[in-house]
């Protein structure tokens, strides 16, 4: 039925939709014209930059990934209070990752992941989209920072898109 209302983007409608009627006061007829006007519209103006449906396999991996990674943040607040607190002088680095992942979307999740994780940046991507150059401010080694980024982040993406 969404297709044949024409919604490019049916998720997003739906999360318009929703966040309209929990953002205007009470439910209401004309709340939820509105809301409908709003979820179909908004994404017809910007159809343009979304160049393609996010190819998602498994979408219900997404809760579990979005856990695990408000849990990293936790710990890794916590371990760059410490670092900052002792006496130890940090090891920063920069680091290539080899990416695995060829969908923009998932990549675009992985760079902004490993960015909200505190100790750790994404720096830049290279042209062809398969290198991403991390700043890690504490590295032992540049393999234990791929290898944490690879199980935690980037094999759980590669299991959620094509």
Avoid: C
Avoid at 9 to 33: A, E, H, K, N, Y
Avoid at 132 to 140: E, K, R, S, V, Y
Avoid at 148 to 155: D, F, G, Q
């Amino acid at each position: 039925m969404l297709d044949r209302l024409n919604f490019p983007q049916p998720w997003l409608s739906w999360v318009l939709f929703l966040t309209w009627q929990i953002l205007s006061d009470g439910v209401s007829g004309g709340s939820v014209v509105l809301g409908l006007l709003l979820a179909w519209l908004i994404p017809q103006l910007t159809q343009g930059f979304w160049p393609e449906r996010p190819g998602f396999v498994k979408p219900w991996r997404m809760p579990a990934y979005i856990l695990r990674v408000v849990k990293d943040i936790i710990a890794a607040s916590f371990a760059v209070a410490w670092l900052i607190l002792s006496p130890r002088t940090p090891r920063p680095a920069f680091i290539s990752y080899q990416l695995k992942l060829e969908h923009p979307l998932a990549i675009s999740i992985l760079a902004s992941t490993i960015s909200l994780t505190p100790g750790t940046v994404s720096a830049d991507i290279s042209d062809d989209n398969k290198t991403l150059l991390i700043h890690a401010l504490d590295a032992a080694s540049d393999q234990e920072v791929i290898d944490a980024i690879h199980n935690s982040y980037e094999k759980p993406l590669m299991e959620m898109f094509r």
